[in-house]
């Protein structure tokens, strides 16, 4: 059966279900038409700390599934950030990371915004590391004030890597060339239909440099690690909370429970300040583990090829991210 007739027969089910009237859960998009909406997670008092979920693969691209999208990564986490920083009984921010990194340039736009967050209302700035918050995600972890980590995280990944595809070996097997036209010997660099020259290779590492340069020009501005440890971590490895604690990366290791705990202290607040989070909806019995903001229209999705449709989004180009660990 071809693929055609396979898609005939499953819009002929979809449009006879509707017909006969049987509901199915489909949802095309999640709802962010909504403005986002405080909720108090514990706590009574005046003074709040915010929590922050940063989960996931850092990047200003909106992001595309199977027939639906969503707002970018950048656009959910600063739309929360741009909030903070109009409300003064906000004291304090801890941010939940759970990511493996993701593009240069997004990183870095985040980073900045948490920078100047910071300066301008003068709040201390907590970070609780979850599963994984290596490369992208240390990096934005760096204008903390104190970076918790879980015993369980794995951090580190300092450094870049340039990610591009290349297809000339299967064009070989299968019989298809590409003629390319150019206005200079280096217009087509990088190109997926054909090996990369030596010298290309050249000033590729001169690109990677220049960038890893500027995440270890970060880290030296914000942690102050011995030579030795700053040699170890630009190895670019992993590493666990314990090692992490050892090399001066992380300042604790501990729970989320004590990280709003040491938000609260070096805000001055007591221990009944609110802990609040931005929420599209409500939840019952809603906890600071909980990270969606928002929910579907509808239910699930029509289609989610879930880590699938991710790598379909990795475009050619230049990460502070671990490879391994992207979804």
Not at 284 to 289: L, Q, R, T, V
Request: include cysteine; aromatic fraction near 6%.
């Amino acid at each position: 059966m071809t693929q055609i007739k396979i898609k005939l027969l499953i819009v002929a089910a979809l449009v006879s279900l509707v017909m006969t009237g049987c509901s199915m859960n489909l949802s095309l998009t999640e709802d962010y038409t909504k403005p986002l909406k405080e909720i108090t997670i514990q706590g009574s008092g005046s003074n709040k700390v915010l929590v922050i979920p940063i989960k996931g693969f850092i990047s200003d691209a909106e992001q595309e599934e199977m027939m639906r999208k969503k707002p970018s990564f950048l656009m959910r986490i600063v739309s929360q950030l741009k909030r903070a920083e109009n409300d003064a009984s906000i004291r304090a921010i801890v941010l939940k990371i759970s990511s493996p990194g993701g593009t240069v340039t997004a990183s870095d736009m985040l980073y900045n915004e948490l920078n100047k967050l910071k300066m301008k209302r003068g709040i201390p700035l907590v970070v609780c590391m979850m599963d994984v918050a290596t490369s992208g995600g240390y990096y934005v972890s760096l204008p903390a004030d104190h970076i918790v980590a879980h015993q369980t995280t794995i951090t580190g990944s300092i450094g870049v890597v340039f990610i591009r595809p290349k297809i000339s070996r299967l064009m070989d097997k299968i019989g298809i060339d590409v003629e390319t036209s150019k206005s200079g010997k280096d217009k087509d660099m990088g190109s997926p239909f054909r090996s990369t020259t030596d010298e290309e290779l050249k000033l590729f590492q001169a690109i990677i440099d220049e960038m890893s340069d500027l995440f270890e020009s970060k880290i030296r501005a914000h942690r102050k690690l011995t030579d030795d440890a700053m040699k170890e971590i630009l190895t670019a490895k992993v590493y666990t909370a314990k090692q992490a604690l050892q090399l001066g990366m992380i300042d604790q290791i501990g729970y989320t429970d004590d990280a709003i705990d040491k938000a609260k202290e070096l805000a001055g607040l007591d221990s009944d300040a609110r802990v609040i989070m931005y929420r599209r909806v409500e939840f019952a019995d809603d906890n600071i583990y909980n990270d969606i903001t928002a929910r579907s229209l509808t239910g699930t999705p029509l289609l989610d090829l879930g880590p699938l449709s991710r790598l379909s989004n990795l475009n050619a180009g230049l990460y502070y991210a671990w490879p391994a660990a992207i979804e």
